[in-house]
């Protein structure tokens, strides 16, 4: 089974705050995403990633920035965290055709940022 | 630009009645199309997906979708739905034209079944 893990569930930060959101997956995915979940917006993508140290701008990267120095891990960076990044974080990978392959999904992180 | 429309935020449904979650998408070039489920407090998990061939597809807990080329429409159906089926629902497209093309979600259809 593919498993795809986000370091933190629930988390709670202040505005200003420098914010680590860390993905691990397990099934050596070239492929990896990160998306945030609002309500009735569905899913955006922030930024993704083919392969290890490169990365490409999703739908929403500003305020964000990303990290892949091993292939297995796909870190998801705000620099100063503001109010409205309070979201559900979702980070998923799959194999490389991205667009034909199924998408894995960790269990989302919720981020509060006061 | 491909883009995916969800018109139903919300579906209630008594369980063991059917029930039928629309999906319509906009693209000029051949697609990929998925279901994704959500239960709560999980992420997203693949419920079935047509790449090619049959325009009907099934997935192993009972839904159905059917991919209709000249409605842009790819409906997700069960005859008989289960308490267990509570759910987000997201649809989902991809444009298959070689590369990576990105694959756009839907708003999600929250399915409520009722005891």
């Known amino acids: 089974d593919v498993k795809v893990t986000q370091s933190s569930r629930y988390l709670v930060k202040r505005t200003g705050e420098k914010v680590f959101l860390e993905c691990v997956q397990d099934?050596?995915?070239?492929?990896m995403f990160w998306y945030r979940q609002d309500p009735g917006l569905g899913l955006r993508l922030i930024y993704f990633s083919y392969d290890v140290k490169m990365k490409e701008k999703g739908d929403i990267p500003e305020g964000y920035s990303v990290s892949r120095e091993k292939k297995e891990r796909f870190s998801l960076i705000l620099e100063s965290a503001s109010t409205n990044q309070t979201s559900m974080y979702l980070c998923?990978?799959?194999?490389?055709?991205?667009?034909?392959?199924?998408?894995?999904f960790g269990p989302g992180t919720r981020l509060l940022v006061l | 630009a491909q883009s995916v429309t969800q018109l139903d935020s919300q579906v209630p449904v008594f369980e063991e009645a059917p029930v039928e979650l629309r999906c319509n998408y906009s693209s000029s070039v051949s697609v990929y199309l998925f279901w994704y489920v959500q239960y709560p407090n999980q992420g997203l998990q693949l419920l079935l997906k047509y790449l090619s061939g049959s325009t009907l597809v099934e997935s192993i807990n009972g839904f159905e979708a059917e991919f209709n080329k000249s409605q842009t429409s790819f409906h997700l159906r069960k005859p008989s739905v289960h308490i267990s089926d509570t759910a987000e629902y997201f649809c989902a497209v991809s444009e298959g034209s070689g590369g990576y093309q990105k694959v756009t979600f839907g708003t999600g259809t929250k399915l409520q079944v009722i005891p």
């Open positions: 998923a990978s799959s194999l490389p055709d991205g667009s034909l392959m199924t998408q894995y």
């Open positions: 099934m050596d995915h070239e492929n």
